[in-house]
Each structure stands twice: as C-alpha cells, then as structure tokens.
C-alpha cells in the first residue's frame, strides 16, 4: 500500500523503506530523521512487541502456548548475547503460558480473602462512557478501591449522591492505613458539605480552592496507586454526582500505567503541585459554608447540570435553522407563557455562536428582572459564569459584545445612533 500525504511516526524498516522510495515519482517528498537514543528503548519495545502479536496470531490457537515459549527463549538468548547482565537469568515463560492475577491474604480459616476487581482489565487503556455494553464510571471506580494502595483525586464538584455509594469502600481503605486525598472547589457552590463532612470523617485529607469567583479548576480525575505496578487513572468530564458516575452522557479515559506509564508520572505530577499550592486549603466546614452562602448570591452561579432541550423545543429549534437556510435571517418565536422560550434563544444563540465568524448579541427586554434572568439563563447553557452585561438601571456596558439592555436605555439614548454592525444577533424579548 504506498504512503499519502499526511503525519507519520513510524520506524523505518526494508518494507517502509522501498514504500518511501516510490514517493518521488508521485511529487512526495519524505521527512526522516534519526531516533533519539532515549526513545530507543521504547520505540523497540513497540516494534518487537508488534512482531510477536502478529506472528502469534498467525498461529493455530491450539499451537500458540508451545510458540510463546519458543519465541520467550530465541528473544532471550539473543539479549543476553547483546548483554548478559541486562535480564535475570530465569526469564523464560513458564509452559504453559500463565498469569498471575492476584496476592490475597489468608483468613484464619485459610480461605483466601478475595480482593474485589474492577470489570476492566488493570492493564487496559479503554474509552468509558456508561454505555449498556459498558460497567458505568461509578461501579467501576467503586471496583478498583480495594486493590489501591492510594488514592488521589482531584473534582471540581462533589455531591452526596455521587459519593454515598463508595462511602464503606473508602472507609475500609482508609483504615487499613491507605492515604486517600481529595481536592475539590466551591465554585458555583455544586460541591455539598455534607459529602467533604463524610469524606473527613471517614479519614480523607480533603483540599478546598474556597474562591468562588473563578473557575480556576475544571478537572475530574482519579489516581489509583498501586505499588504492584499496576496503576490506574479514570481523567474525562464525571464529577461525583450520581448522573455523571452512573446514568450521565459521560466520556472518561480510563488508563493503565502498564500501557500509559508517561500517563501515570503526569497526575502524579500534577497532584503534588496542586496539593503544594496554597490556593487550595485545607477543609474547614464553617469557611466552606461561608464560601457557598456567597455562590448561592451570586449572579454568576451556574448549575453543574447542561441545559437541553425539550422535544417541542428541538422542532423550533430546527424550524429557525431550516429558515435561515432558506435565506429568512429574520424569524419570530411565538409560544406560550412557560415554554421556555429564553431557552430556546439561548440555545440558538449557543449555535450561532459556533457557526457565525462573530457573534456579538444584543438582547432586548422591558424590565431589568427579565434582563437578569434571561442572562443568567445564557450563562448556564453557555457555560460561562461571566457572559453578558446589563444596559438598564444605570448600568452601562464596558465591552459591548454580548449586552442584555432595556427598551428604556436604548430609547433615551437615541436607537439609531446605535452602530448598525455593532450586534451580529439582535434578540427582542416580548416582540410586541
């Protein structure tokens, strides 16, 4: 097959190599260069791996188990004659193939204690996303507690709801003299106290960025440590809450330090720097309180939860893109008191807002609750607690890209002196 245009990063073998030789007579032009010596190792790693898994495949299953072994001593042997000191002497797969799954401890009774297992193979890299072929997020963090040796992890939120179920697990963990650390925020006051109160009451050192101003962190990552080697993290978009661990439309990577080892080494990493900073301190139930009474306040609180819409609201939804299509960029919603029709402008906002090269709004309505609300409304679906400025009351906007005004300061100050192309998406609340 020859080579397209395009990224590579690939070694070079004699088959690569004659596909490489084709190029010129295409008007391809190769970009090589040498391997750094410390990727060697790695890079070798990758290629041998790659020859064995496709020489065994090529064996009838029944034959593989005697080829595994006879491939284990050829590889050896011709290692040690490279280097003789560089593998342990004893090496060679044991016949037949076998691995070792678990070190359980003795009950008195000499019955093993059964360590509880995570579905998902501890030296796998998988996609989760709490598909019905898939264990959910949240069962399977639940699985891979046991078997921790620490726990690291760092939420932007946490809820009750999302950590009751894992509660005796992290109990048992702890008391067992396992560290569990946790670093959280207040922002949009999402985070519960009651669920920090039993994290700290069950043993966990438990870190709080008590800035409710900022979102100055997002992730939603965990960290089992595992001094066996086989490590594993879950990064992607679950917080703790029971929809983002079990039911939620959730997209996480869970990854095991066997396949990721450059994975693992980059949380741990990042853990210690945010643990050390001072920006997140240590939990106190009375500051955090106060931190959330000034959230609950504040126009800029966002809900953890994404704003979609309903069934009916889709169809206008639809309708205003299909007019627009059309050539119609001028449309009037007409719908009932309830309907949530400062949703819908809000999510056709939200999509104009990706589709048009800019996307300065001007949001019109009579009353300065409206304004506030309507707002507010804008910052939830668009994710973005300082969305907007009011033009009403005496307040005046300073950047004028997304202003929510009233009829009242437009008139007094004269509408057309206003700059036609000022607004890309001119919105008017109670057209009337």
């Given at each position: 097959?020859?080579l397209n245009?395009?990224?590579?990063?690939?070694l070079?073998d004699e088959?690569?190599h004659e596909?490489?030789d084709?190029?010129?007579s295409?008007?391809?032009?190769p970009?090589t260069?040498?391997?750094?010596?410390?990727e060697?190792?790695?890079?070798?790693g990758e290629?041998?791996?790659?020859w064995?898994?496709?020489t065994?495949?090529?064996?009838?299953p029944?034959?593989r188990d005697?080829?595994?072994s006879r491939i284990?001593r050829a590889?050896?042997?011709t290692?040690?004659?490279?280097?003789p000191d560089?593998?342990?002497?004893?090496?060679e797969l044991?016949s037949?193939?076998?691995?070792?799954?678990?070190?359980?401890?003795l009950?008195?009774?000499?019955?093993?204690?059964?360590?509880?297992r995570?579905?998902?193979?501890?030296?796998?890299?998988?996609?989760?996303?709490?598909?019905?072929d898939q264990?959910?997020v949240?069962?399977?963090i639940?699985a891979?507690?046991?078997s921790?040796?620490?726990i690291?992890?760092?939420?932007?939120?946490?809820?009750?709801?999302?950590?009751?179920?894992?509660?005796p697990?992290l109990?048992?963990?702890v008391?067992?003299?396992?560290?569990?650390r946790i670093?959280?925020?207040t922002?949009?006051?999402?985070?519960?106290?009651r669920?920090l109160?039993a994290?700290?009451?069950?043993?966990a050192?438990?870190?709080?960025s008590?800035?409710?101003?900022?979102?100055?962190?997002?992730?939603?990552?965990?960290?089992f440590?595992r001094?066996?080697?086989f490590?594993?993290?879950?990064?992607?978009?679950s917080?703790?809450?029971?929809?983002?661990?079990v039911t939620g439309?959730?997209?996480?990577?869970r990854?095991?330090?066997?396949?990721?080892?450059?994975?693992?080494?980059?949380?741990?990493?990042?853990?210690?720097t945010?643990?050390?900073?001072?920006?997140?301190e240590?939990f106190?139930?009375?500051r955090f309180?106060?931190?959330?009474?000034v959230?609950?306040t504040?126009?800029?609180?966002?809900?953890?939860?994404e704003?979609d819409?309903y069934?009916?609201?889709r169809q206008?939804?639809?309708?205003?893109?299909?007019?627009?299509?059309?050539g119609?960029?001028?449309?009037?919603?007409?719908?009932?008191t309830?309907?949530g029709?400062?949703v819908?402008?809000g999510?056709?906002?939200?999509?104009?807002?990706?589709?048009?090269?800019?996307?300065?709004?001007?949001?019109?309505?009579h009353r300065?609750?409206?304004?506030?609300?309507s707002?507010?409304?804008?910052r939830?679906?668009l994710?973005d607690?300082?969305?907007?400025e009011l033009?009403?009351?005496?307040?005046?906007?300073t950047?004028w890209?997304?202003?929510?005004?009233?009829?009242?300061s437009i008139?007094a100050?004269?509408?057309?002196?206003?700059?036609?192309?000022q607004?890309?998406?001119?919105i008017v609340d109670?057209f009337?």
């Amino acid at each position: 097959m020859d080579l397209n245009r395009g990224l590579y990063d690939q070694l070079i073998d004699e088959v690569l190599h004659e596909r490489i030789d084709r190029l010129v007579s295409r008007r391809l032009q190769p970009e090589t260069g040498l391997v750094d010596p410390a990727e060697i190792p790695e890079r070798m790693g990758e290629a041998v791996g790659q020859w064995v898994q496709e020489t065994l495949r090529s064996i009838r299953p029944e034959d593989r188990d005697e080829a595994a072994s006879r491939i284990s001593r050829a590889l050896l042997d011709t290692l040690r004659v490279l280097h003789p000191d560089a593998l342990e002497q004893n090496n060679e797969l044991m016949s037949p193939v076998t691995r070792l799954s678990a070190v359980e401890s003795l009950a008195p009774t000499d019955e093993p204690i059964k360590i509880q297992r995570p579905l998902t193979p501890l030296r796998d890299t998988v996609l989760m996303t709490n598909s019905r072929d898939q264990p959910s997020v949240g069962k399977e963090i639940e699985a891979e507690i046991d078997s921790a040796d620490r726990i690291d992890l760092v939420l932007a939120f946490i809820r009750w709801t999302g950590i009751r179920q894992l509660i005796p697990n992290l109990r048992r963990h702890v008391e067992a003299g396992r560290p569990l650390r946790i670093i959280t925020t207040t922002y949009t006051g999402s985070t519960e106290l009651r669920a920090l109160e039993a994290l700290a009451e069950l043993g966990a050192e438990v870190k709080v960025s008590y800035d409710t101003t900022v979102t100055r962190l997002h992730a939603k990552a965990w960290l089992f440590q595992r001094n066996s080697g086989f490590s594993t993290v879950y990064i992607g978009s679950s917080n703790l809450t029971f929809s983002a661990q079990v039911t939620g439309l959730e997209w996480n990577v869970r990854g095991a330090q066997r396949l990721n080892p450059d994975l693992v080494s980059a949380f741990e990493r990042t853990f210690a720097t945010y643990w050390a900073d001072p920006h997140f301190e240590p939990f106190d139930p009375a500051r955090f309180q106060r931190a959330t009474a000034v959230a609950s306040t504040d126009d800029a609180v966002l809900t953890p939860f994404e704003i979609d819409p309903y069934p009916f609201q889709r169809q206008m939804l639809e309708r205003l893109r299909v007019e627009r299509q059309k050539g119609h960029p001028h449309n009037l919603i007409a719908a009932a008191t309830g309907t949530g029709k400062t949703v819908i402008a809000g999510l056709d906002y939200r999509q104009l807002r990706a589709e048009l090269d800019r996307s300065r709004l001007l949001f019109v309505a009579h009353r300065t609750e409206i304004l506030e609300q309507s707002r507010n409304t804008f910052r939830h679906i668009l994710r973005d607690g300082a969305f907007g400025e009011l033009w009403v009351g005496g307040q005046r906007p300073t950047h004028w890209e997304h202003v929510f005004a009233s009829i009242q300061s437009i008139s007094a100050s004269d509408a057309a002196a206003i700059d036609p192309e000022q607004f890309d998406v001119v919105i008017v609340d109670e057209f009337h």
